[in-house]
């Protein structure tokens, strides 16, 4: 059974980091094309950063050079970290494979970017 457990989500300020974390179970990560996706109110789903089992990694326009994917194989856990924070990163934000599949969806974890 697979299960992708996403954290790190919180309210921060403009300007401000989160790092987001995926544990993973059932699933190792280090074997498939892993991607972050993220929601905003009212907007579709988009792919934010994606990593390979060889440790490649890419990312979406709006957040290159603020946002770094990584991989911890020994957790077998996915990293987000978020830089430079912009009120429309406000999503939610999710881990799945790359390309996703429907039923490894998790609960996601809420980035909120206000003053």
């Known amino acids: 059974q697979v299960r992708l457990v996403e954290s790190g989500g919180g309210l921060v300020q403009p300007g401000g980091s989160l790092t987001l974390s995926c544990a993973a179970t059932?699933?190792?990560?280090?074997?498939?094309?892993i991607g972050w996706y993220r929601q905003g109110p009212g907007k579709q789903r988009e792919k934010v950063a994606g990593?390979?089992?060889?440790?490649?990694?890419n990312y979406a326009d709006f957040v290159k050079g603020r946002f770094t994917i990584s991989r911890d194989n020994a957790k077998n856990t996915e990293y987000l970290q978020m830089n430079s924070l912009k009120p429309e990163d406000t999503a939610v934000y999710y881990c799945?494979?790359?390309?996703?599949?429907?039923?490894?969806w998790g609960q996601g974890t809420q980035v909120t970017v206000s003053s």
């Open positions: 799945n494979t790359d390309p996703y599949s429907d039923p490894y």
């Open positions: 059932g699933i190792g990560l280090r074997f498939y094309n």
């Open positions: 990593i390979t089992p060889s440790g490649a990694t």
